[in-house]
């Protein structure tokens, strides 16, 4: 650089016109210079604004969502925790809690890593196709109300580890086709592969549950 | 003369040095020669080293013309990168995402303790019983070890300040409303809440305006549930607010009463 920088200077020196040649790079340093301004600004804004899942995005909402979804199922699973004597029950709710709360942390993660708030401005399961009208008296699907939270709380023996089993299910039920959903839509490969997995898991664990039914006499 | 143009451009480029050792080659022995005399003046340069001295004065002339574009090429450079910088420093501030604090401050009627009351928000042991607070309701402070359980929790009746104050510190948003409050906005309220953890609601008497909506270390009044704040607030807060990222709001107190309640007893299974 500097090499060629010295041969124009020693040109410029010799050549007898040195303000054109001088003004001349001045301009093509100036306008090299507004270039990569431009250039660096647009490349700033692109990474921002297309990399990642945006305020209003399927992946977005889903993130919030699910995490309230789960988080509902880790309430419940510490419930019973606590409450049940079923050692089959105790291993399915232990579990359960265990990977929904993990799962939470990696959805929040995805919120912080996309520069978004954990809440939106947009209702709950407006990020799914059709979702409003899976609300249920303004609860996403299979989630509990607070009736059925308070009747779980005061439950005891058999009749807790009925109503557990059944709540759960019907949670279980509801997280998987907000699952679809997710998965009908996106592209996005963390989503994929989570969304993927939990389907996976709450089938299995649905399967679990219709065996600690069939076991208990339900 | 096309063909020979880029040999010609390339020879140039590796004559310089070649022509700069030249030049310094040549202008040396004038220079050495031009300088004996002065220098001969003293002591008649029979010294062949002495040459050192001489070659000072005119060689800064030619270096000084030849390399002055280099800082110029570089200080251009850092020039770029600098403007790049700043250019997108004045995008980031103007245009990129505003961060959560950013937002409840710009929410008008906000009462931002952590600015006013720094050691307020920075007080947050466990103590028993009933504490008394500045704010009503409270926003940050003492509090009890049992928090309560704000899983979208809409309480019909008086919870106790000192597990709401734990509960703020998890990240929950805790909504409040005057007993007098419409059963509309009630509802409208209680729909914002129900469903949604990390956010709690229950009435509380006595209060100054007919809601007041509380994060760790925020409060906003406001006189009706449909005020665009009350989702703004919840938006900004509500989890981001926490000082205990990852802790929950399940499995704390349920019952409802203005008495802290201490650990909930646990049922003996086994």
Redesign the interface.
């Known amino acids: 650089?500097?090499?060629?920088?010295?041969?124009?200077?020693?040109a410029v020196?010799s050549v007898s016109a040195p303000p054109r040649r001088r003004a001349l790079?001045v301009t093509s340093?100036v306008v090299?210079?507004v270039l990569?301004?431009i250039a660096?600004?647009g490349a700033?804004?692109f990474a921002?604004s297309r990399n990642h899942p945006g305020e209003d995005s399927v992946e977005a909402g889903f993130a919030r969502d699910m995490?309230?979804h789960h988080?509902?199922a880790?309430?419940m699973s510490?419930l019973a925790l606590?409450?049940?004597?079923q050692p089959d029950l105790r291993l399915l709710a232990g579990e359960s809690a265990q990977a929904q709360?993990a799962q939470i942390?990696m959805m929040?993660t995805w919120l912080r890593d996309w520069?978004?708030?954990?809440?939106?401005?947009r209702p709950?399961m407006s990020w799914m196709t059709d979702g409003a009208s899976l609300m249920q008296n303004?609860?996403?699907p299979g989630?509990a109300s607070?009736a059925d939270?308070?009747k779980l709380?005061n439950a005891?023996g058999h009749d807790f580890d009925l109503l557990f089993l059944r709540l759960m299910q019907q949670h279980h039920l509801g997280g998987i086709h907000m699952v679809e959903g997710v998965l009908a839509e996106t592209h996005e490969t963390d989503v994929v592969w989570l969304a993927q997995s939990m389907a996976n898991n709450q089938r299995a664990e649905l399967e679990f549950i219709q065996q600690i039914l069939t076991k208990i006499g339900a | 003369m096309s063909i020979s143009t880029p040999a010609g451009d390339s020879s140039r480029q590796t004559a310089p040095p070649a022509a700069k050792k030249a030049t310094a080659g040549a202008g040396r022995p004038p220079a050495a020669r031009g300088a004996r005399p002065s220098g001969g003046g003293g002591g008649k340069g029979n010294r062949p080293g002495g040459g050192g001295k001489p070659r000072k004065p005119i060689t800064p002339v030619k270096v000084s013309q030849g390399r002055s574009w280099g800082p110029i090429a570089l200080f251009t450079a850092v020039g770029v990168i600098a403007a790049a910088i700043i250019g997108y420093g004045i995008y980031a501030v103007s245009v990129g995402p505003k961060d959560w604090k950013e937002k409840a401050e710009g929410i008008s009627g906000i009462s931002d303790f952590r600015k006013s009351d720094p050691k307020l928000v920075d007080t947050r042991s466990h103590k028993s019983g009933s504490i008394q607070y500045a704010q009503t309701p409270p926003v940050a402070g003492d509090h009890n070890v049992s928090w309560q359980n704000c899983m979208g929790d809409v309480y019909d009746a008086q919870i106790a300040n000192e597990n709401a104050v734990h509960s703020l510190e998890h990240g929950a948003v805790w909504v409040t409303y005057r007993p007098d409050l419409p059963k509309d906005q009630v509802d409208a309220l209680a729909s914002k809440v129900r469903g949604q953890e990390f956010t709690m609601m229950s009435p509380f008497p006595g209060l100054d305006k007919p809601i007041s909506l509380q994060a760790w270390g925020y409060q906003l009044k406001v006189d009706n549930a449909s005020d665009e704040r009350v989702d703004e607030f919840i938006r900004a807060l509500r989890l981001n607010a926490t000082l205990e990222p990852g802790v929950g709001c399940s499995g704390g107190v349920t019952a409802t009463g203005t008495t802290p309640r201490e650990l909930q007893q646990q049922p003996q299974g086994q």
Do not use: C
């Not at chain 1, 650089?1 to 020693?10: E, F, I, L, P, R």
């Not at chain 1, 520069?115 to 401005?121: I, R």
């Open positions: 650089m500097s090499t060629t920088y010295d041969d124009a200077a020693v020196s790079l340093a090299a210079a990569v301004v660096a600004f700033g804004w921002q995490s309230s988080a509902q880790v309430e510490m606590d409450k049940s004597t709360q942390g929040q520069h978004l708030g954990p809440t939106g401005h709950q303004g609860l996403m989630m607070a939270m308070t709380r005891t």
